[in-house]
């Protein structure tokens, strides 16, 4: 009998243990957070690339698709056709704001279309030169292939600005009035996504410090007055407004913005405002300038006032 | 007898085990509110902000909120995004003179408009490129969608804006489309609509940015 509780007591403590190493084992949930939706999909796609590893053998081809297009729509479509809905929403919304005519929306089309093939050629060739073999996906530098095909995601998010054939045809086909018209439409949108961004961040500051009526309206005066709405090449998500907005707010000098709040909530605000930067790169990475020209702009902004965040030495 | 002296002795390791996993698993009172301890926070502040009450009316409401935030989790009490939140403003008002708490419930007003707003802000934005809304569209919808949203609809916004969920609240066509042009009425229809409307109140909508610490900040 005491043989028998004594091994009772020993599997007794067997249980314990296990049943504690079993409970800790359990992670708590990742916290994702209000992140470029652009970046939040590049980051998620990256790391699930190259499905097809069957029998351990790594598509190379198929991976890098999936790294530079992305996963979302690739069920339906193929990489081109899903640049070219992209292409089409583009030139739908366009042809309504600017009132294009269907010899102008026909050019925007083809010259988009020709942004299309030559990236898509790119991607292609990039292919060949990466894609001499079939690999072991156990010995896959999977890390290599992500830094190589940046430069790619960096295109496809810019596919229709700058020096593209789009924007130079944009820039061609509109008459004077349709420009004006356009570019005014373009304005109201950006303020209009601002003043989102703007009630987005007092509503996230407002839950996180408590913050009262009063406070509330004097915060969204000073965001909507220090700070400017923001341009992308691609839509603007709520969120990206968002970020827009909040990383402005790190960089308000401390001074106009340490009068709205009680001490203690300064002092949290303050902590918070420091993980700003993260998001600023989000916004830099997706081409996402600050309407108006002239002043600092995302990534590139000296410091001389000391900023919300204490971040002067991070800004480049 | 052996073989039952078998059972009870394997039946008591069992209930060690589980008792060491509960034990573990569970620090006190976390998870008798489960993700709903952020809310916890949130309130507090903002009592904290508006009141600045004493530490004893600081610990009452904090016993009631919790309270009632441990019913919410478990469902025996209201849990919705149309009652969770009255019930929680009771829980504090309860705690406080007379006039404390007419201010606290005028602010708390104040708090449920500002959130209101920026989430029928926030749709609009995010219909927008879809339908191609001109400006007047835009603050239009604004101004027609204010005095009719609903709680459940900021939720799904919330939602939306944190975990890109790309659906948008079923928002009745009578509200929207008096105000759309015919292609932008079809542009409507073809949006994906978040048809959950019976939804609990999830604290998870305010994100990592819109929770408060969780201890006191009072260094």
């Not at chain 1, 296990?18 to 652009?38: H, I, K, R, T």
């Not at chain 1, 000296?302 to 480049?316: F, H, I, N, R, V």
């Not at chain 2, 949130?42 to 009141?51: A, P, W």
């Not at chain 2, 005028?106 to 707003?117: H, N, Y």
Request: net charge positive; charged share 25%; hydrophobic share 40%.
């Amino acid at each position: 009998m005491l043989w028998s509780i004594g091994r009772f007591g020993l599997r007794a403590a067997a249980a314990a243990i296990l049943g504690f190493s079993l409970a800790g084992a359990a992670p708590p949930p990742a916290d994702d957070d209000l992140v470029d939706e652009a970046v939040k999909k590049t980051g998620e796609e990256e790391r699930v690339f190259n499905p097809n590893g069957n029998n351990g053998i790594v598509d190379i081809a198929a991976s890098i698709d999936q790294a530079v297009f992305g996963t979302q729509g690739a069920q339906n479509h193929s990489p081109q056709e899903r640049l070219e809905l992209r292409l089409q929403k583009r030139v739908d919304l366009l042809a309504r704001d600017a009132a294009l005519s269907e010899d102008q929306k026909q050019k925007l089309l083809f010259a988009g279309k020709g942004d299309i093939g030559r990236f898509v050629e790119r991607v292609e060739h990039f292919k060949t030169r990466r894609q001499t073999a079939k690999a072991d996906v156990n010995r896959f530098d999977w890390d290599q292939l992500f830094k190589e095909t940046q430069p790619l995601v960096a295109s496809r998010i810019s596919l229709f600005a700058n020096e593209s054939l789009f924007a130079k045809t944009l820039a061609k086909v509109l008459s004077a009035e349709q420009q004006a018209r356009y570019e005014k439409i373009e304005r109201e949108r950006a303020e209009f996504q601002h003043r989102t961004g703007v009630q987005l961040t007092v509503l996230r500051m407002s839950t996180a410090l408590g913050l009262s009526g009063d406070q509330r309206q004097r915060l969204e005066q000073l965001l909507l007055t220090e700070t400017r709405p923001g341009r992308g090449a691609n839509r603007i998500y709520p969120t990206t407004s968002f970020n827009i907005v909040y990383v402005q707010m790190a960089h308000l000098p401390a001074e106009r913005l340490r009068p709205l709040f009680e001490p203690w909530q300064w002092r949290a605000l303050k902590r918070r405002l420091e993980n700003a930067v993260r998001f600023e790169e989000g916004l830099v990475r997706n081409g996402v300038v600050l309407d108006g020209g002239k002043g600092p702009q995302f990534g590139r902004r000296g410091q001389k006032q000391e900023p919300a965040s204490g971040l002067g030495a991070a800004t480049k | 007898m052996s073989r039952s002296f078998f059972l009870v002795r394997w039946g008591l390791l069992l209930v060690l085990a589980a008792t060491a996993v509960g034990l573990r698993a569970q620090p006190p009172r976390a998870d008798a509110l489960g993700p709903l301890r952020a809310q916890l926070q949130v309130e507090l502040q903002f009592v904290r902000k508006i009141c600045a009450p004493s530490q004893p009316q600081m610990q009452a409401i904090t016993k009631d909120l919790e309270k009632c935030l441990a019913d919410a989790a478990k469902r025996t009490g209201p849990s919705s995004c149309d009652l969770l939140p009255p019930a929680l403003a009771d829980s504090v008002a309860n705690h406080l003179s007379k006039s404390d708490a007419a201010r606290y419930r005028a602010e708390v007003l104040k708090r449920d408009a500002q959130e209101r707003e920026a989430c029928v802000y926030t749709f609009v934005a995010l219909v927008d490129p879809d339908l191609g809304l001109s400006d007047h569209q835009r603050k239009a919808l604004v101004a027609a969608l204010l005095p009719v949203w609903k709680p459940v609809w900021s939720q799904m916004i919330e939602m939306d804006v944190r975990w890109a969920t790309r659906r948008v609240p079923p928002i009745p066509d009578d509200f929207i489309l008096p105000l759309l042009d015919a292609d932008q009425a079809q542009a409507w229809k073809r949006l994906p609509k978040n048809l959950e409307i019976h939804q609990v109140f999830d604290a998870q909508r305010i994100g990592a940015i819109g929770t408060p610490n969780p201890l006191p900040d009072d260094e």
